[in-house]
C-alpha cells in the first residue's frame, strides 16, 4: 500500500454563508466518509483544521507576508494522510470528499519514502 496526503483547498466564504442547519449536515457528511476510509483501513492519520491566516517566508531575503496566498480565492483548509494501492485508487477515494460539493478540491500528494 503507498501512503498520500490530500490536502483540502476552498473558500472559505463559502461556509461563512451556510445556515447552521447546511453547517451541521456537511459536518455530517465529513463525520460518515472519514468513517468509511478508517473502517476500510484507508485512514492513517488525520489532519487538523488549518486557521485561514498565516505568514509565508519567501526567498534568500527570508521576506514575510501575510499568507497563506492572500491573492487566490482558495487557500487550503486542512488535510488527512491515507493509504491506498495506487493513485488510482487514491483519486476513486478522494472522490467521495465533502468539499468537492461546495466547489472545493483535494489535492492528492505521494509520500516519498
Known sequence: ????????????????SMS??????TMKKWMDWKGALEMNGHLKQLGERLDGTGKVVRGKAKSV???????????????????AGDMAQAVELAKGCPILESDGSVEIRAIIS
Open 1 to 16: 500500500m503507498a501512503k498520500f496526503m490530500y490536502l483540502f483547498r476552498s473558500n472559505p466564504a463559502a461556509y461563512q
Open 65 to 83: 507576508t501575510d499568507g497563506p496566498f492572500v491573492e487566490v480565492k482558495d487557500s487550503i483548509q486542512g488535510h488527512m494522510f491515507v493509504e
Open 20 to 25: 447552521p442547519e447546511q453547517m451541521q449536515q
